[in-house]
């Protein structure tokens, strides 16, 4: 079997005192999905933003790609060009226009020619919806919109890992679906993704893999389709009961 | 540094600084009641007196203590309105300080949630029983960092009594220099005095502005 | 302590050093009629003012004023400031300390002024009420340390001063008495009912402490005016009209 | 009063003597806003940086300009400056560096409280597509916070304006030297020229800074709505 | 049949000249609960806040218990004693704690005693689990016992009508289910309600009838159970396709 493209060893990561990250390791294979699951406080957000430069932690390695990161800040530059992550707070740049916020990364970081940039990012925007919006600034956007355009601006980097972090969770209930159906696509596409989310037929349909966490530690590691049959912990099936109604 | 000279000046050092603190609690005090009334009127939106209120903010707001106090002190006893010197200064201190107290206390009014003021009404207090136990519990506690500023911000004005010939430190201190020549000496004992009070002061009211948030909102 | 180093090659203030700038920088009063003042076009005039544009003449060289209050003379200097002090500068002891005064050009002496209606007439009177006084200046320094059962009002300016008086702020004023004199020749409802107090003292030209080059220049320049009469000119054009006939020119100018 | 008061003003030039010691003072302002306003968002810039040394020498130079009364730090620099460093300036220079500084001090402040409002989440974003920290500055945390920093920049600006009012106490001759010289030459005619002189500069003062602090209000007031809306 | 508790008739809400609510019409039954569906900005909000006097409407009439009332300011202070109102945002008084929280509207406004709230007051917190927490401030509550407290708060007016905007939009979601629960057992008591949601599981349940706003007007007005079996427009049914996963 092939290297996994992402490979967290023994991850560690306080605020302070206080432990939030305990000895994760786990593997995402290039192509494959992993969910995050776990309560609220778990760690999901820290762990995702450690795989992304946006925290420190103190000890443990990630292996991307076969090149292995500290927490130093040098290598992340350039990783986070093959890594791309969506907030789920609208982390639109405002005073932008949409197509601004999409080809700030590749001209200014990747250096590329202002023309072919555009083009690709017309043809993402086509391809979620949004071809009509690119001269449009953020604030004239809905929330599902702006999440839309969010996802865009970082694919048109040609990251080869994608980071999502609850992106559906400041999104008004009907807009939900659109932004869930573009990452299934991206899904069906091989994209290679880790995703946090609580919506649990979404977890359900996308994931691979499920990480499920709580208190910072991996409680379980399974491939998806056997967590929501038979969670193999009493508290990931509590976690499952308290979410459906 | 001539030691000796600062440690024969020291009384009167000494003097001019309870003098500073003396007139800028009194200042300050005032500004802070006339800057409360200030804010009350503008909440309630009284008619004719909130126009006052805004008309003064205005005034006092945009020209300089200097020339407020001087037309005080030179200005009015020349159509028949005298004060004493030290009356002057607190009421120069009140009128400039009031419009500062005014502006930092409704920013803490307005600051208070509109939907804490909804769940007021919804649970039917009226517009006093708002006022009394939601809106200016909640907003006069957000105007605690503005009002530390200004506490600062006065204090240091009282530099300005000065020109009237009141001994607090900056006129004790031009004074000396005036007298006796060592510039150095007085000025950096000048400097400390001032830091003397207003280091801890601003340490103080870090502190409270950190206590009272937390009391209060709980971050 | 307080850094003199105006040594004789790098004293900015020398009379060669002012010669190739072209100007020198003289402190004088501003709001001091008939002393140094600036009348109402917007001109600085005055008695020190003229002795100031003379000494600029004759060292060929443009002045350039710089207007001072009475707390600020010294450290006009210290710090380089002015070249010159013109600005009613009293020879006292102390100031010999901190500056170098050139040969005097007046005579003064401590007088106080009080309203007609209240007259002070003897210093006794002044007991436990205020006096008004310019910080800084002698009238300051001799009734801080000679009477001190009387509360002093110490003013920045001359005009502070004057004006805290004729606000009745306090029982009277006290400063040099030429001044009082040409002031109540304008505000007649004054008297000064204390003509001299304390030891007669003279008025000089002063210099940075060390400044031998601009002294020596000055003494002579003070001497030669001497002789040829042109304090007495000063005198009459600028002195003469605020004074009440009771003043005489030699009440105040040095003619040695 | 004998004759009007107010025909003071018309003695000669004095009234255009008032404006010219205005603008004098407003000349210092004027060029303190200016250089005080680019160091300022230098500093300002430099503070939001994670450098604890640098951060400590520059909110070291803000506190002594907050504590320290403007009046003392102009005789500081008038006269201390000269005695003990051999630097020497005029009145008006001196006037104009410590306003420059004072500006530059409280305009750090501005600066960095507008920098470190900008929501944590857009600058997380930006490092998540690779910007460098100078692009960071660039394209998004300077864009996304001036609009935070103008209404408070022109508050500051009415306070310089202000505090020029101490220069006559360093002998510039600003305004308010001007007007003591106006009462103090007519006051055998003028005996109330206190009055309207000191009044007359009071209503110069608001003028120059009302219109200021009303721009300053009006921005302030359509930013909060500009946020939310 | 018994005289409606709550007839609101023809009204009309604009901003400036933006028309929010359009010809609402509607009946609420003493004892049964009316759910409010709709999309993003269809006025349900404002429907709700129009019922408790916090917005004022230029047109209609809403006769509350028989008693008419127009927009002006004075009858609502009664009337909001007898209407009780939970929303969105956790509201409680970060001033004061959970019990001062509660007696404050019977005590200053219903002039009761403090003993017999009190006593009333804490038998309420029980029945929401919260008795313990009486002293507590609400900085030191999860938000789910904030909104607890909230509805508590809203009771012990005992209002004959409760409102309820989103009272979970903003709750972790392991934390839904213990508020919606304690709506269901209101509802079981006899409680007249109506409730703005974005749970359809919960809706179903709760829902005697179902009103479904769209850009301010009322599309459809149908009994619960044949509104989620049958709904009548086609937009109903686009909305609550979207709105399952
Ligand atoms: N900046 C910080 N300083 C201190 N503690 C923090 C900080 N950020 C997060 N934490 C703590 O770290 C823990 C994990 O937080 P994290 O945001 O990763 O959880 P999460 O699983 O994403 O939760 P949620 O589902 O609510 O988003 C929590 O206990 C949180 O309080
Ligand atoms: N203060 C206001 N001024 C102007 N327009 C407003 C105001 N408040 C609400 N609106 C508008 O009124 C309409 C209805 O808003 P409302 O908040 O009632 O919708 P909603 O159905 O509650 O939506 P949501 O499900 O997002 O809470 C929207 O178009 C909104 O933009
Ligand atoms: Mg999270
Ligand atoms: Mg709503």
């Known amino acids: 079997m092939a290297e996994p493209l992402l490979k967290v060893e ?136 702006k999440q839309r355009v969010a996802i865009v601006r970082a694919l048109e980097l040609n990251p080869r890992l994608m980071l999502f972090d609850e992106v559906t969770a400041s999104l008004d209930p009907e807009m939900v679906r659109g932004v869930l159906e573009i990452i299934l696509r991206l899904a069906k596409e091989n994209m290679t993704m880790i995703v946090v989310t609580h919506e649990m037929n979404f977890a359900r349909q996308i994931g691979d893999k499920i990480l499920f966490l709580e208190d910072g530690k991996i409680l379980e590691q399974t491939p998806g389709s056997q967590f929501f049959a038979r969670p193999q912990t009493d508290r990931a099936k509590k976690f499952l009961e308290s979410m459906d109604f | ?63 300089p203590l200097l020339i407020q106090l001087f037309f005080l002190y030179y200005g009015l006893p020349q159509v028949g309105i005298k004060f004493p010197a030290e009356i002057c200064g607190i009421i120069g201190l009140i009128f400039l300080g009031g419009s500062y107290m005014a502006e930092g206390f409704s920013g803490g009014l307005n600051g208070v949630p509109k939907t804490q003021v909804e769940s007021g009404l919804a649970i039917g207090l009226n517009q006093f029983q708002l006022a009394r136990y939601i809106v200016f519990p909640q907003g006069l506690m957000l ?22 010939a009141i001994p607090e430190l900056t006129n004790t201190a031009l004074d000396l220099i005036g007298m006796y020549y060592h510039t150095n000496e007085y000025l950096s004992l000048l400097v400390l005095a001032y830091a003397v009070i207003l280091i801890p002061l601003s340490i103080i009211l870090t502190w409270l502005e950190k206590k009272v948030r937390y009391g ?4 | 302590g307080n850094s003199s180093g105006s040594s004789s090659s790098s004293n900015p203030s020398s009379v060669s050093a002012i010669k190739k700038n072209g100007t020198i920088k003289i402190a004088v009063f501003g709001d001091l009629p008939p002393y140094g003042w600036v009348d109402k076009n917007g001109n600085r005039t005055g008695y020190d003012v003229a002795l100031a544009r003379q000494i600029a003449k004759d060292l060929n060289v443009k002045v350039k004023f710089v207007q001072v209050n009475a707390n600020n003379r010294v450290d006009a200097l210290k710090s380089n400031k002015v070249d010159l002090v013109l600005a009613n500068f009293t020879v006292t002891p102390e100031r010999k300390q901190v500056v170098d005064f050139a040969n005097p050009y007046m005579k003064v002496s ?62 009277a004023l006290a400063d040099d008495n030429s001044y009082l004199y040409a002031w109540v020749k304008n505000h007649p409802d004054y008297t000064v009912g204390i003509k001299t107090l304390g030891p007669n003292q003279y008025i000089a030209p002063a210099v940075k402490k060390g400044n031998q080059s601009l002294l020596k220049w000055v003494n002579k320049e003070i001497t030669k005016l001497n002789h040829n009469g042109f304090f007495k000119k000063d005198y009459n054009e600028n002195l003469k009209p605020y004074f009440g006939s009771d003043i005489t020119a030699e009440d105040i100018i040095i003619t040695k | 009063m004998g004759h009007s008061g107010i ?25 303190a806003i200016l250089f005080g306003g680019v160091l300022g968002i230098v500093l300002g810039v430099l503070r939001t940086l994670h450098n604890p040394l640098l951060r400590m ?95 408070a920049t022109i508050n500051l600006m009415t306070r310089i304006i202000k505090t020029t009012s101490l220069l006559l106490l360093i002998s510039v001759v600003d305004v308010i030297n001007v007007g003591q010289q106006i009462i103090e030459a007519n006051s055998h005619r003028y005996q109330d020229g206190a009055f309207w002189v000191y009044g007359f500069i009071f209503i110069l003062y608001f003028i120059l800074c009302y219109p200021l602090s009303r721009l300053a209000r009006r921005l302030e007031r359509r930013g909060k709505v500009g946020a939310n809306g």
């Not at chain 2, 605690?144 to 530099?159: C, D, H, M, Q, R």
């Not at chain 2, 209060?216 to 971050?219: E, H, I, R, S, V």
């Not at chain 4, 003990?84 to 501005?110: H, P, Q, R, Y």
């Open chain 3, 110 to 171: 401590i007088g106080v002024v009080s309203p007609k209606k209240n007259p002070i007439t003897n210093v006794n009177q002044l007991k436990g009420k205020s006096l008004i006084v310019n910080k800084g200046t002698t009238a300051e320094n001799y009734f801080t340390s000679k009477y001190k059962d009387i509360s002093l009002q110490k003013y920045d300016s001359k005009t502070e001063q004057f004006n805290a008086l004729k606000n009745g702020r306090a029982a």
């Open chain 4, 7 to 31: 025909n003071i003003f018309f003695e000669g030039a004095n009234f255009i003597r008032l404006l010219g010691g205005l603008y004098v003072s407003a000349k210092i302002a004027l060029l």
């Open chain 2, 143 to 164: 105007s605690v960092p503005a009002f530390a500023a200004n506490v600062i911000f006065l204090i240091k004005e009282t530099s300005i009594f000065t020109v009237l």
């Open chain 2, 216 to 219: 209060t909102f709980g971050n």
């Open chain 1, 10 to 145: 023994h991850l560690q990561k306080s605020y302070g005192n206080k432990r939030v990250l305990e000895d994760i390791s786990f593997e995402v294979d290039e192509g494959s999905v992993v969910v995050l699951l776990g309560p609220s406080g778990s760690g999901k957000s820290t762990l995702i933003r450690c795989l992304n430069g946006l925290e420190v932690f103190q000890s443990g390695s990630i292996v991307f790609n076969g090149e292995t990161v500290q927490s130093s800040q040098k290598n992340w530059r350039r990783l986070r060009q093959q890594i791309g992550m969506v907030f789920q707070s609208y982390d639109l740049f405002p005073n932008m226009t949409v197509m601004e916020n999409i080809l700030l990364g590749p001209m200014k970081v990747q250096k590329r020619k202002k023309d072919e940039a555009a083009r690709q990012a017309l043809s993402l925007l086509k391809e979620v919806g949004m071809e009509q919006y690119a001269e449009a600034y953020p604030r004239e956007l809905s929330g599902g919109q």
């Open chain 4, 57 to 151: 020498i520059l909110r070291l130079y803000l506190e002594f300009f907050r504590i320290v009364p403007t009046i003392v730090l102009l005789f500081l620099f008038y006269y201390i400056l000269p005695q003990s460093f051999n630097i020497n300036f005029k009145a008006d220079t001196v006037g104009t560096l410590v306003f420059s500084l004072w500006m530059a001090a409280e305009m750090s402040d501005i600066v960095r409280g507008a920098l470190i409002s900008v929501p944590r989440h857009q600058v997380e974003a930006g490092k998540a597509i690779g910007l460098n920290p100078f692009q960071l500055y660039r394209y998004i945390l300077l864009p996304q916070s001036v609009h935070l920093m103008i209404p």
């Open chain 2, 1 to 63: 540094m001539d030691w000796t000279v600062i440690q024969q000046s020291m009384p009167i050092f000494i003097k001019g600084f309870w003098l500073t603190l003396r007139l800028s609690f009194f200042g300050i005090l005032g500004a802070a009641v006339a800057g409360l009334l200030c804010s009350f009127v503008q909440y309630f939106k009284v008619p004719v007196l909130r126009q006052i209120v805004s008309a003064y903010v205005e005034l006092s707001r945009n020209t």
